[in-house]
């Protein structure tokens, strides 16, 4: 009934019509703020010394101009390179202002307008703002809720964020002399600071994880930890060659739970996004008996080449896990009803269980587990590796939460309040969340910020959010037992059955025998000290 209404049900047909208007502007400027993001071909142009540091298999990518000069576009991977790993302090400012500045006026004209807009449609189905209607569906509930959330996290984070940042400017000090510092400098000397810190070559590191090894070893881990039995389904009717198919038991009854499709590696014409996608959500019949539930993993692997196995990236690895935790989702899940059922999690709680089985990657009884060396797959990688890639994922945690932060304040704001001039906001944010750290001049971050233009508006703090209550979950259950079954049913039973049939706060009450808490994440994210 709640979903009719806030489809107008309860609206007279003047303003059922209005509110389809209104839904049709948002939608047609949310896909022009993105295609123009898209479209955008502005370019730099650098001398070769201009970006020292950068390695040579990216020069030989750029193009090049008649005086030898290479073209550096606006694109995420070319911006990217350069401000991790160009040694030109310059350099890396003049690409950061052009990257703010993208589609700087007309993407912000059109993110005023949908503010509005978004804001007159909230006020036809009776809310006071936009914020209110979004986050009235979702776990949090109320915009004022999610600023107290932000807030709290954000200060709590602030000693740990003020060492982190202290180092950096430390580093440039040394390095560019009294030069001072930016928000272009943060990526290049974290870079910096963890290859100093850390002896963790991810390079080299690839070479322990050969895909077939890390895919058993997740196997292996899900049915351990549930209570789970995989069977691939031998000479199925699939759609490519690559792609095989597995049903899932129940270790205990036999029961068959479900089944999932893995279509892991990379090829032409195929949907080119890594993420999971029911064909089937599970039910209950009126009859009484089970709708089983179907799921399709998606992946983007490369295939192994001349007898040489593929091998993941550890951010790869990551991915997997986390993919594979929705996997889990659909096929735990016993809802009644399939509008509860896959992914019909809470929005603000949809991501908590893969977020949690991300949390064995970074274990050394994991990285054991699912390691070995390609060209001999009986030597996982060493001990003080495990223990650097753990120490590594907490480095500078606290300083780039902090700028997700900012971005989740001011996409809650201007989806709270009428008439917020977003230039000056993002002015007052910036130095007050970054630490001091000044906006750079003249540029529009808001003119490049799609979360906010279309698909998480008024939403962009859940992902904070989800981590916040998977941090919880796995410290105070799992971190000193990692294939503990009984936790692991538990986990299954009182969080993964329900689904979206129970409130996300109920669900994790029920599981911590408690209520939940910020202080795992915030201990997660300040206990790495410099």
């Known amino acids: 009934m709640r979903d009719f209404e806030r489809n107008g049900l309860n609206l007279t047909l003047t303003k059922r019509e209005e509110m389809q208007r209104v839904r049709i502007q948002i939608d047609k400027l949310s896909l ?5 993001l898209t479209e955008d071909s502005t370019f730099l142009l650098f001398a070769e010394t201009e970006l020292a540091g950068l390695p040579p298999e990216f020069l030989k990518s750029l193009d090049k101009v008649t005086d030898g000069k290479f073209k550096v576009t606006l694109k995420s991977h070319h911006v990217g390179a350069v401000l991790e790993l160009c040694e030109v302090g310059t350099t890396r400012r003049m690409v950061a202002v052009a990257y703010g500045k993208r ?12 503010v509005q807009l978004r804001h007159k449609f909230a006020r036809l189905l009776g809310y006071s703002s936009y914020a209110d209607c979004a986050v009235d569906l979702r776990m949090a509930k109320t915009p004022s809720k999610v600023f107290e959330f932000l807030e709290d996290i954000s200060n709590s984070l602030t000693d740990s964020a003020n060492m982190e940042l202290s180092m950096l400017k430390d580093l440039k000090r040394k390095e560019e002399g009294d030069h001072p510092f930016g928000i272009e400098d943060l990526l290049y000397y974290v870079k910096k600071a963890e290859a ?75 949907y080119n996004n890594t993420c999971v996608v029911a064909l089937q959500n599970g039910a209950l019949s009126s009859n009484g008996s089970r709708q089983i539930p179907v799921v399709l993993m998606i992946a983007q692997l490369q295939k192994d080449v ?10 790869e690895v990551v991915d997997l896990f986390h993919e594979f935790g929705h996997v889990v989702q659909h096929i735990c899940n016993r809802a009644s009803f399939a509008r509860f059922s896959g992914l019909g999690f809470d929005q603000d709680f949809v991501e908590v269980p893969a977020l949690v089985l991300e949390n ?7 990285l054991k587990l699912i390691s070995g060396f390609h060209q001999d797959i009986t030597k996982p990688i060493k001990d003080e590796m495990c223990k650097a890639i753990k120490r590594w994922r907490c480095s500078f945690s606290a300083l780039k939460m ?12 201007i989806h709270s309040a009428e008439n917020v001039d977003i230039v000056e906001l993002f002015k007052h944010l910036h130095p007050r969340i970054l630490l001091g750290l000044p906006m750079l001049e003249d540029v529009n971050p808001a003119s490049r910020f799609p979360c906010s233009a279309i698909g998480h508006e008024a939403a962009c703090y859940s992902r904070i959010w989800s981590e916040v209550f998977a941090a919880d979950i796995f410290a105070s259950k799992f971190h000193d037992s990692y294939l503990n079954q009984y936790v692991g049913m538990q986990f299954r039973n009182k969080v ?22 910020t202080q795992a994440f915030i201990d997660s994210k300040s206990q790495y000290r410099l």
């Open 360 to 366: 064995w990657c970074y274990e050394s009884f994991t």
């Open 32 to 36: 022009q703020y993105i295609q123009n």
């Open 196 to 270: 100093q810190q850390f002896n963790v070559d991810f390079g080299a590191l690839k070479q322990y994880f050969p895909v077939n090894l890390v895919l058993s070893g997740v196997f292996k881990i899900v049915q351990d930890l549930f209570g789970l039995r995989f069977e691939e389904i031998a000479d199925a009717e699939v759609w490519h060659s690559d792609v095989c198919v597995y049903s899932v038991f129940d270790l205990s009854s036999g029961e068959l739970l479900g089944h999932f499709y893995l279509d892991m590696y990379i090829r032409e014409g195929k």
């Open 306 to 315: 001349s007898g040489h196995p593929a091998l993941l990236r550890f951010s």
């Open 103 to 114: 589609c700087g006026e007309v993407n912000l004209s059109i993110l005023e307008d949908l």
């Open 402 to 413: 902090r700028q997700e932060i900012l971005y989740s304040l001011f996409d809650q704001i």
């Open 496 to 517: 993964l059955a329900p689904g979206g049939a129970k409130e996300p706060i109920e669900v994790l009450t029920s599981f911590l025998g408690r209520e939940p808490s």
